[in-house]
């Protein structure tokens, strides 16, 4: 079966289409993952997940490494098994977990040695702990381990941290090619640092391409430095990277990032930004996000989205989904992620056949223009 395998199908100015081919199943780009930090999609269960259009999600290497551990996954038989998924998962790296949520205790060419924001228990995450730790989860695609730095560090920190993720890039490759078994049905993918500086974007994409990966993540943005200046990034980052490979660009996003970043050239995202937003009471729709705990939606007896088509929107109304987010109830945080979920899919569907038809600029002037207009 085939290992790894990305075709485009059309093209429409920058914007692609096409299939990421894995033996757990195909991958439609542009693609949306959403993210399982801890094994789990919050509030829906794998099934929803599926049924919402989503043909992969996104595990975190830095959560499951301190709990419940990979070598215990891997003894229950997989991340796969152990979340009751069996479509493809794609695992970060760790590095920008151990960068914004612990304790760092010192960063060098080994690795980062920290502390656990659980337990205070101290680790070292380098590149060959880092690809061990998703290859023990079973992921279809790896990450390699990189050093991610905010935009407003001084520049020779920026320059050191994309020189060392050159380096940590060659180590992560070399780990995974010892996969043996699992390196014969995974993936690996580089990461593009450089943060908004062109000349160092350029010589990181230059080293990765040298080194090789199966595909390439554009790296250090939705970091802060606000969308502007990523979109500014966007025009020269990905056009960096090799055109028959997929481009990834982590983190992102809200759905007129996705919708930009698309049009520069991107295939795939993932951002916790609909689960997360779903338990605090904002739904994504054509029009625009709502704040669903605002007190005009009281009495609504209007669905969540008109003509969304999601199970949500099709058994329940505003004012009850309004309720259930005002008193606290879990079923508010389940019915608000299942729609926002299948607004993102219905989203990368809509740019997926947009660019089949080569209408892609008009499909997304449309959608912004509404989706903005609040």
Same mark, same amino acid.
């Given at each position: 079966?085939?290992?790894? +395998?990305?075709?485009?199908?059309?093209?429409?100015?920058?914007?692609?289409? &096409?299939?990421?081919?894995? *033996?757990?199943?195909?991958?439609?780009?542009?693609?949306?993952?959403?993210?399982?930090?801890?094994?789990?999609?919050?509030?829906?269960?794998?099934?929803?997940?599926?049924?919402?259009?989503?043909?992969? !999600?996104?595990?975190?290497? @830095?959560?499951?490494?301190?709990?419940?551990? +990979?070598?215990?996954?891997?003894?229950?038989?997989? !991340?796969?098994?152990?979340?009751?998924?069996?479509?493809?998962?794609?695992?970060?790296? &760790?590095?920008?977990?151990?960068?914004? %949520?612990?304790?760092?205790?010192?960063?060098?060419?080994?690795? =980062?040695?920290?502390?656990?924001? /659980?337990?205070?228990?101290?680790?070292? /995450?380098?590149?060959?702990?880092?690809?061990?730790? *998703?290859? %023990?989860?079973?992921?279809?695609?790896?990450? *390699?381990?990189?050093? !991610?730095?905010?935009?407003? =560090?001084?520049?020779?920190?920026?320059?050191?941290?994309?020189?060392?993720?050159?380096?940590?890039?060659?180590?992560?490759?070399?780990?995974?090619?010892?996969?043996?078994?699992?390196?014969?049905?995974?993936?690996?993918?580089?990461?593009?640092?450089?943060?908004?500086?062109?000349?160092?974007?350029?010589?990181?994409? #230059?080293?990765?391409?040298?080194?090789?990966?199966?595909?390439?993540?554009?790296?250090? %943005?939705?970091?802060?430095?606000?969308?502007?200046?990523?979109?500014?990034?966007?025009?020269?980052?990905?056009? *960096?990277?090799?055109? #028959?490979?997929?481009?990834?660009?982590?983190?992102?996003?809200?759905?007129?990032?996705?919708?930009?970043?698309?049009?520069?050239?991107?295939?795939?995202? #993932?951002?916790?930004?609909?689960?997360?937003?779903?338990?605090?009471?904002?739904?994504?729709?054509?029009?625009?996000?709502?704040?669903?705990?605002?007190?005009?939606?009281?009495?609504?007896?209007?669905?969540?989205?008109?003509?969304?088509?999601?199970?949500?929107?099709?058994? @329940?109304?505003?004012? @009850?989904?309004?309720?259930?987010?005002?008193?606290?109830?879990?079923?508010?945080?389940?019915?608000?992620?299942?729609?926002?979920?299948?607004?993102?899919?219905?989203?990368?569907?809509? !740019?997926?056949?947009?660019?089949?038809?080569?209408?892609?600029?008009?499909?997304?002037?449309?959608?912004?223009?509404? @989706?903005?207009?609040?």
């Amino acid at each position: 079966m085939t290992r790894f +395998a990305f075709t485009i199908s059309a093209t429409d100015g920058a914007a692609r289409t &096409g299939a990421i081919t894995m *033996q757990r199943g195909e991958i439609r780009t542009p693609a949306f993952m959403p993210v399982g930090t801890a094994a789990t999609v919050k509030a829906i269960k794998p099934e929803g997940v599926r049924a919402s259009g989503a043909d992969i !999600l996104l595990g975190n290497t @830095y959560h499951l490494m301190l709990r419940p551990g +990979a070598e215990r996954v891997a003894k229950l038989g997989g !991340l796969h098994k152990f979340m009751n998924w069996d479509r493809p998962i794609l695992t970060d790296s &760790g590095g920008y977990q151990v960068m914004s %949520l612990s304790e760092l205790t010192k960063v060098t060419d080994e690795g =980062v040695s920290f502390k656990s924001h /659980l337990d205070g228990s101290r680790h070292l /995450l380098s590149p060959e702990r880092s690809i061990e730790v *998703q290859r %023990l989860l079973g992921s279809d695609i790896i990450m *390699q381990f990189d050093e !991610l730095v905010r935009p407003d =560090v001084p520049e020779p920190k920026q320059r050191e941290a994309m020189e060392r993720s050159i380096r940590w890039a060659r180590r992560s490759r070399d780990e995974f090619d010892r996969g043996g078994e699992h390196a014969a049905r995974a993936a690996i993918f580089g990461i593009q640092q450089g943060v908004l500086d062109e000349g160092m974007r350029k010589a990181s994409a #230059d080293a990765l391409i040298d080194i090789g990966f199966d595909g390439y993540a554009v790296g250090g %943005l939705a970091v802060g430095e606000g969308q502007q200046a990523m979109l500014a990034c966007l025009d020269f980052a990905p056009g *960096q990277l090799p055109a #028959d490979k997929p481009r990834y660009l982590m983190g992102v996003g809200k759905p007129d990032d996705i919708v930009e970043a698309v049009r520069r050239g991107i295939d795939m995202f #993932d951002c916790v930004l609909p689960t997360r937003s779903g338990r605090t009471g904002q739904a994504f729709t054509a029009d625009g996000p709502i704040n669903i705990r605002n007190a005009k939606f009281a009495e609504d007896e209007a669905p969540i989205e008109a003509d969304c088509g999601c199970p949500s929107c099709a058994d @329940y109304s505003r004012a @009850y989904v309004h309720h259930l987010v005002r008193s606290g109830e879990i079923l508010g945080s389940m019915l608000m992620t299942e729609h926002n979920l299948w607004f993102y899919q219905r989203l990368m569907q809509g !740019l997926r056949d947009a660019i089949s038809e080569r209408r892609f600029e008009d499909h997304a002037k449309a959608f912004l223009d509404q @989706y903005r207009k609040r």
